[in-house]
């Protein structure tokens, strides 16, 4: 088990100091530095922002030899690269950017000792040369950063991060250690058993961000409702995700017209421009960076007060990250998602184009949905995916408990109408049909096929099919309901029929898009 984190402590503590001007270590710190230290595989879960970089930076610049650092995205690693050497640490990166030249150039620095963290992707690390060139000089540790990727279970897979789990074979007698801010109990265990790790220690960080808070807001004018809640927080750093370059654009251009200092930030952009915006959004010199929400990972200052997403992630790991971005400095922040159910759709759509539709990224998608749907504390929400519990009942951040949202009073016989109307349609109907029977629609396709004589038609009428499709969308997110076959018809899952036995305590709440934009521009004052 190595030795206790206080004798590492002592010794870090000065390289903590010099490199970084920091004078203590954030939870977990130490005890993941104590793995490496010490020599043991270990598997570091920190959310976003909980300084997982240092864990192993601070070890390599205090011991022999080089340190290995494997990354998946080149503007990542230059990032990096760039903020140790500006430290005075001596880091480089080899990626398909460099020439040969350059190659040889930090291959040199490598073998005379004077480099001490390498970045490399996967794909250039597992290269037959790049290997033996390894195993010719002393490596002191393999540090896997976004380790989730070699997981299919989680929501970013990598199929050329599978090939390092060769690393335990080449290099046995040589720590492995991987971080990821991806926490699931299946995704912590499949990195530890893909890297072929050797009785690794697990250390799971707190997943709660208490300084953040948690909006969602069923979207009528995704647009709009962008450029309200941004000019309510005129002058403060924000980033808006979108899921589309195409909205990106639109988006950061129509904030510019409504005199937002806004960029975009996309992987349409040239990498000078990117790096240019980027730039431009540390130095302050622009307030908002509009980007795709699979692009926004390089991201990273300290006093960013909102994030907004005009647009649902696809999966709840990714929305951490990404809501995550806001706040890091520990003072109130704000994270609205903008969410329409077809925004699953769209992702469904774009998963299956570029193959990516397996199980793992499909549940992921699922569980993004649900907490989008949901009507409970989004806080617990959040770290209950992650497997945590919230330790407490009103988190006083987040829409439910600051009870923005209008819960109906009679959830559970609202529920009960609604899933026996699914129950009624033999469940096999769609959410927009079913909600029209339940509204009273006489239109052609109900009538022909005799629905307006079932007994629960129009048993909502007063409450109007928009209204009453929320309301499925919510006991689906709860898990009463669910999409079943090629066609999406609504079924009744096991607790939905529970339900209609009265034993259940769904929650409902009426849409209010309107006095939740007004409540959230005012927010923005208190
Ligand atoms: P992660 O990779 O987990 O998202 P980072 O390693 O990027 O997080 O760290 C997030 C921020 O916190 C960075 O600005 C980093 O310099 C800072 N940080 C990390 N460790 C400490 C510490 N012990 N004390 C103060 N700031 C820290
Ligand atoms: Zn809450």
């Known amino acids: 088990n190595g030795a206790a984190p206080t004798d590492h402590t002592q010794r870090l503590l000065p390289v903590l100091q010099e490199y970084w001007g920091y004078d203590s270590f954030r939870p977990l710190q130490a005890e993941a530095m104590g793995c ?8 570091v879960v920190l959310p976003t922002g909980g300084g997982k970089s240092l864990c192993f930076q601070a070890p390599a610049l205090a011991m022999e030899g080089l340190a290995v650092v494997v990354s998946p995205l080149i503007s990542l690693m230059k990032d990096q690269v760039d903020a140790l050497t500006a430290g005075g640490a001596s880091a480089a990166f080899v990626n398909s950017t460099l020439s040969a030249d350059e190659r040889r150039d930090v291959a040199e620095r490598v073998r005379s000792g004077e480099v001490k963290l390498l970045y490399a992707a996967p794909e250039r690390l597992l290269a037959a040369r790049t290997l033996e060139f390894l195993q010719s000089v002393n490596v002191s540790l393999f540090a896997i950063d976004e380790a989730h990727c070699i997981s299919s279970w989680g929501h970013d897979f990598r199929p050329e991060y599978r090939g390092l789990r060769t690393l335990k074979e080449r290099f046995p007698g040589v720590g492995i250690h991987a971080y990821t801010a991806t926490a699931s109990e299946q995704v912590r265990q499949d990195i530890a058993q893909q890297l072929g790790l050797q009785d690794p220690e697990f250390l799971v960080g707190s ?3 208490p300084n953040l808070l948690y909006r969602v807001r ?3 004018n995704r647009f709009g409702e962008v450029c309200d809640l941004v000019n309510a927080r005129k002058g403060d750093s924000g980033i808006v995700y979108c899921i589309s370059r195409k909205e990106v654009d639109a988006t950061a251009a129509a904030l510019r017209e409504l005199g937002v200092r806004a960029a975009p930030y996309h992987a349409g952009l040239s990498d000078s421009d990117r790096q240019r915006n980027q730039d431009r959004f540390l130095k302050e010199e622009i307030d908002v960076v509009v980007a795709t929400v699979a692009f926004g990972m390089g991201i990273d200052k300290s006093n960013v007060r909102y994030v907004i997403h005009a647009g649902m992630p696809k999966s709840l790991e990714a929305y951490q990250q990404e809501s995550g971005r806001a706040g890091r400095d520990g003072l109130d922040s704000e994270c609205t998602l903008l969410y329409q159910p077809r925004d699953a759709m769209t992702w469904r759509r774009l998963m299956a184009s570029s ?25 617990r929400a959040l770290v209950g995916y992650f497997g945590q519990d919230l330790g407490k009942d009103n988190c006083g951040a987040c829409d439910i408990c600051l009870a923005e949202v209008d819960l109906i009073d009679d959830p559970l016989v609202t529920a009960q109408k609604i899933v026996s109307c699914v129950a009624r349609l033999e469940e096999r109907f769609g959410g927009d049909y079913t909600a029209k029977v339940l509204a009273g629609s006489r239109e052609q396709r109900i009538v022909d096929q005799g629905h307006d004589r079932l007994s629960t038609h129009g048993l909502l009428e007063a409450d109007g099919v928009k209204v009453i499709r929320g309301w499925i969308d919510q006991l689906m997110g709860q898990g009463y309901l669910e999409k079943a076959g090629e066609f999406g018809t609504l079924a009744i899952t096991a607790t939905g029929w529970s339900l209609l036995k009265g034993e259940a305590s769904p929650r409902l709440a009426r849409p209010a898009v309107k006095k939740a934009a007004r409540r959230a521009a005012s927010g923005g004052a208190e």
């Open 36 to 43: 490496v230290l010490s020599g043991r595989d270990s598997v």
């Open 207 to 209: 997943f709660d961000r």
């Open 218 to 220: 069923h979207s009528q």
């Open 355 to 379: 193959g990516e539709n397996h199980d793992g990224a499909l549940a992921a998608l699922a569980g993004m949905e649900a907490y989008a749907s949901g009507v409970v504390c989004r806080h």
